[in-house]
């Protein structure tokens, strides 16, 4: 009785406790009632202003110190004295693999357009303010979601924002000393004829490595997004385990188009994207588990209140 309540609960009815419990959040408002849907709205406003106006501030700063953002940090990928560069030449040499020296012959970028550096300069700007401020950002969002689970889920969603924020800076870095160098070397040395020279456009070059960077930062939030779909009820270890197998096929896919074509390169790409999916199936189990330990003890306490009635 207790395994076909929690299939229905796990299956049917959790996204609707969630919504449902969305509108009865622990939080008062001032007159010591429940906060209405509206006050509701009034409080996510705010928390959009302060992660805007957080976007903006560390924004403000990195258009100040355009010389590390530009030079060294978002010109440097293309340069063979950058450090993935210049590990991934010297593996090749021991390993006797020239195909792994590469962005040895750094091609030109060039501005076409009046006003394209300044407009280039603050779009990277404000991704530089997104990608920094983003740890306050899932803090200012988390504080507004975390009211609406109840205070066994409190528990075990402690460490939320550090672990979201720890995965997305990770995420970031291995798209950028890893996956940015060899799309850049790809697609900067790819040409279809000798008679055509790369002169790289620089809001091509950098959306090149603001996707990537992003990207790899969003991806490696699948943990955190396998615990929030599993607590819905979109998903559970039994689905993402039955698709593993179509999952690695686009994981190898994307491998295979974002590196150059050898297989070291997409085997570098691929393993920890396949780590994180996992992860995500230990995380959705651990989830279901204790959602499991929950029922069988509200049920139990239900019965023994039935029981004590006279």
């Known amino acids: 009785m207790i395994n076909l309540f929690y299939h229905l609960y796990s299956l049917k009815f959790t996204g609707l ?25 009034e409080e996510l406003r705010w928390h959009i202003v302060r992660s805007v106006a957080a976007i903006f501030i ?21 340069n063979p004295d950058f450090l993935t560069n210049r590990l991934l030449c010297r ?6 693999i020239n195909a792994l020296c590469i962005n040895t012959h750094p091609f030109e970028i060039i501005n076409i357009r009046m006003a394209g550096q300044f407009t280039t300069h603050i779009a990277v ?8 401020a983003f740890p306050y950002i899932f803090w200012e ?28 800076v990770s995420g970031v870095l291995f798209g950028y000393y890893l996956i940015v160098p060899l799309s850049v070397h790809f697609l900067g040395s790819y040409n279809v004829s000798a008679e055509v020279t790369n002169q790289i456009n620089l809001r091509s070059y950098i959306g090149t490595v603001a996707s990537i960077t992003l990207a790899s930062g969003i991806i490696f939030q699948l943990p955190i997004l396998s615990f929030f779909l599993t607590k819905i009820g979109l998903v559970d270890p039994h689905f ?3 698709y593993r197998k179509h999952s690695i096929i686009v994981i190898l896919a994307l491998s295979a188009i974002i590196t150059p074509p050898d297989i070291f390169s997409q085997v570098m790409v691929c393993f920890p994207l396949i780590f994180l999916y996992e992860l995500g199936i230990v995380i959705s189990r651990r989830v279901i588990r204790k959602d499991r330990e929950r029922l069988e003890a509200d049920w139990n306490e239900d019965q023994n209140n039935s029981e004590s009635k006279p």
């Not at 449902?20 to 001032?30: D, E, F, G, P």
């Not at 010591?32 to 709205?41: A, D, K, V, Y």
């Open 17 to 41: 406790r969630f919504c449902l419990h969305m509108k009865k959040r622990s939080k008062k408002a001032k007159d010591g009632n429940e906060m209405s849907f509206l006050e509701h709205l």
């Open 58 to 78: 560390v924004a403000i700063v990195a258009f100040i110190y355009n010389d590390i953002i530009f030079d060294t940090i978002i010109i440097a990928p293309k």
């Open 91 to 96: 593996l090749g040499q021991l390993v006797n």
């Open 125 to 132: 700007s404000l991704i530089a303010g997104i990608i920094l």
């Open 141 to 168: 969002f988390w504080r507004f979601f975390r009211p609406a689970l109840y205070s066994s889920e409190k528990k075990y969603t402690r460490g939320a924002v550090f672990f979201s924020s720890l995965l997305f």
């Open 240 to 242: 993402l385990k039955k």
